[in-house]
């Protein structure tokens, strides 16, 4: 071999590895854009990639009516759910409705503290803030998701209810909702970390911040229907013009009914129940109170409408 011929080939073999190099290089480059490219088109919002453009008065979110009032902690004659609120938040329930009370001297609940119970401490109580703890695991735990929480009957005023919010480090993730702000989208709200929010009965004189009120944002309609054939579609609390739509399906005969359930929470049952109330407001419902939920059909129609009618 003379000389040109051994540098030659040193030459083409150094430009072969070069242009190994570079196809390598620029292949990680473009599998990097590729996977950020991926990992953006497929971020989920409340359960999937297509409700991320929802507007948040554009939604239907499942929910428990007495989120807390659940055996074996509460007694069978109060208990409106069989699962906890973890297990509720897990099963796909984005609509947590409370009860809060503040409570001094109590024989059942001896600690003065605010706690959630349902008609009558002795048939059970929680603390409220042991519920809150519940929800704010589960918002670490799951980044991607906007909870709603109702509280209706209650004693306690705004700033105990922020109090309570901020010990169990859940303020942050309060959405802030200015008079003249638009709704913004799930997306928005997931982007945004101010992904809780909370409507409460409570008056707020110095417009303080994280807690809007109930019947200033919502309607609804009766809530005491004591057999399938009861359910109303008049409105009963706030205004057909509010931005949200809360409609109550269960029913109540002195006592929850779970044996009523299979039969109450079905498909055409609360379909017939949607139908009838589009027909009489026009709207679809953004909550659905239900009772013994994993009876039934009440979160796969909440996702069937977030797909067909909200987009």
Same mark, same amino acid.
């Given at each position: 071999?003379?000389?040109?011929?051994?540098?030659?080939?040193?030459?083409?073999?150094?430009?072969?590895?070069?242009?190994?190099?570079?196809?390598?290089?620029?292949?990680?480059?473009?599998?990097?854009?590729?996977?950020?490219?991926?990992?953006?088109?497929?971020?989920?919002?409340?359960?999937?990639?297509?409700?991320?453009?929802?507007?948040?008065?554009?939604?239907?979110?499942?929910?428990?009516?007495?989120?807390?009032?659940?055996?074996?902690?509460?007694?069978?004659?109060?208990?409106?759910?069989?699962?906890?609120?973890?297990?509720?938040?897990?099963?796909?329930?984005?609509?947590?409705?409370?009860?809060?009370?503040?409570?001094?001297?109590?024989?059942?609940?001896?600690?003065?503290?605010?706690?959630?119970?349902?008609?009558?401490?002795?048939?059970?109580?929680?603390?409220?803030?042991?519920?809150?703890?519940?929800?704010?695991?589960?918002?670490?735990?799951?980044?991607?998701?906007?909870?709603?929480?109702?509280?209706?009957?209650?004693? &306690?005023?705004?700033?105990?209810?922020?109090?309570?919010?901020? @010990?169990?480090?859940?303020? =942050?993730?309060?959405? /802030?909702?200015? #008079?003249?702000?638009?709704?913004?989208?799930?997306?928005?709200?997931?982007?945004?970390?101010?992904?809780?929010?909370?409507?409460?009965?409570?008056?707020?004189?110095?417009?303080?911040?994280?807690?809007?009120?109930?019947?200033?944002?919502?309607?609804?309609?009766?809530?005491?229907?004591?057999?399938?054939?009861?359910?109303?579609?008049?409105?009963?609390?706030?205004?057909?013009?509010?931005?949200?739509?809360?409609?109550?399906?269960?029913?109540?005969?002195?006592?929850?009914?779970?044996?009523?359930?299979?039969?109450?929470?079905?498909?055409?049952?609360?379909?017939?129940?949607?139908?009838?109330?589009?027909?009489? &407001?026009?709207?679809?419902?953004?909550?659905?109170?239900?009772? @013994?939920?994993?009876?039934? =059909?009440?979160?796969? /129609?909440?996702? #069937?409408?977030?797909?067909?009618?909200?987009?």
């Amino acid at each position: 071999m003379n000389l040109f011929s051994r540098y030659s080939g040193n030459f083409l073999q150094a430009v072969k590895h070069w242009f190994l190099f570079v196809i390598l290089f620029f292949s990680v480059i473009s599998g990097g854009c590729r996977e950020e490219i991926i990992l953006e088109s497929s971020q989920s919002c409340n359960g999937s990639p297509d409700f991320c453009n929802h507007i948040y008065t554009q939604h239907t979110y499942a929910g428990t009516h007495n989120s807390f009032a659940y055996e074996p902690e509460f007694h069978n004659l109060v208990a409106n759910q069989k699962r906890n609120i973890s297990q509720q938040l897990q099963d796909g329930i984005r609509c947590l409705n409370l009860d809060v009370w503040w409570l001094t001297g109590d024989a059942y609940c001896v600690d003065s503290a605010i706690y959630v119970y349902h008609n009558f401490p002795g048939f059970g109580c929680l603390f409220f803030t042991d519920i809150l703890l519940e929800v704010k695991q589960f918002m670490d735990n799951q980044p991607n998701e906007v909870i709603t929480i109702t509280i209706e009957d209650t004693n &306690t005023n705004i700033n105990q209810l922020l109090d309570a919010f901020s @010990f169990t480090q859940l303020s =942050d993730y309060l959405f /802030i909702k200015q #008079s003249n702000q638009s709704w913004p989208t799930l997306k928005e709200m997931i982007d945004s970390k101010r992904r809780l929010v909370v409507f409460a009965n409570v008056s707020n004189p110095n417009n303080l911040p994280g807690i809007l009120s109930n019947w200033n944002h919502m309607f609804d309609n009766p809530y005491s229907a004591q057999s399938r054939y009861d359910f109303s579609c008049s409105v009963n609390r706030g205004n057909i013009d509010h931005d949200l739509y809360l409609l109550n399906h269960f029913i109540t005969v002195i006592n929850p009914r779970y044996d009523s359930a299979v039969i109450v929470n079905s498909k055409a049952s609360l379909l017939q129940h949607i139908d009838d109330c589009k027909m009489s &407001t026009g709207r679809y419902p953004n909550f659905i109170y239900n009772d @013994f939920y994993e009876t039934g =059909d009440m979160i796969s /129609i909440a996702d #069937s409408l977030n797909r067909n009618v909200w987009q």
